[in-house]
């Protein structure tokens, strides 16, 4: 009933999830019940998303996110120790003196919510290891 009240006066949502296989399939749960109560319009922010896990094998990557969830992207944050560093000192990591990836990244989603064009930052991640799993159970046998 809570999340009923939530979504009550919503026309559109934003799922926030990490790339991690239990919460990126209740973000597909919540955007079932969004889509049941004619939320039609949802956006999706990959948070806390570690380049170099997703290298090796050992995280999803947003296109394997996104692959699922089938929602447009709106933007990716990197994992970053200065986000806990920043809440901790309830100081907002946006306006700190030293720019930090999450913080662009913060800023470049505000900004794409409100309409602006601003192109994702390149965090050099390359497909995943789930993308990589997918494409070989779809490859023909000995092709």
Do not use: C, Y
Not at 41 to 69: A, C, H, Y
Not at 73 to 95: K, Y
């Amino acid at each position: 009933m809570g999340f009923q009240n939530a979504i009550s006066a919503a026309s559109e949502a934003i799922i926030v999830t990490t790339p991690e296989i239990a919460a990126v399939r209740d973000a597909d749960r919540v955007i079932g019940l969004l889509e049941a109560n004619n939320i039609k319009k949802v956006g999706l922010i990959v948070n806390r998303l570690r380049p170099k896990m997703v290298e090796s094998d050992d995280m999803m990557s947003v296109e394997d996110v996104q692959e699922i969830l089938a929602i447009p992207l709106i933007g990716v944050v990197p994992d970053d120790e200065r986000v806990i560093i920043s809440t901790n000192r309830g100081e907002p990591l946006v306006i700190a003196g030293t720019p930090s990836l999450a913080g662009s990244a913060f800023e470049n989603i505000s900004r794409r919510i409100e309409g602006e064009k601003v192109p994702f930052m390149d965090l050099s991640v390359k497909r995943g290891f789930f993308t990589k799993i997918k494409n070989l159970l779809t490859k023909p046998i000995g092709g």
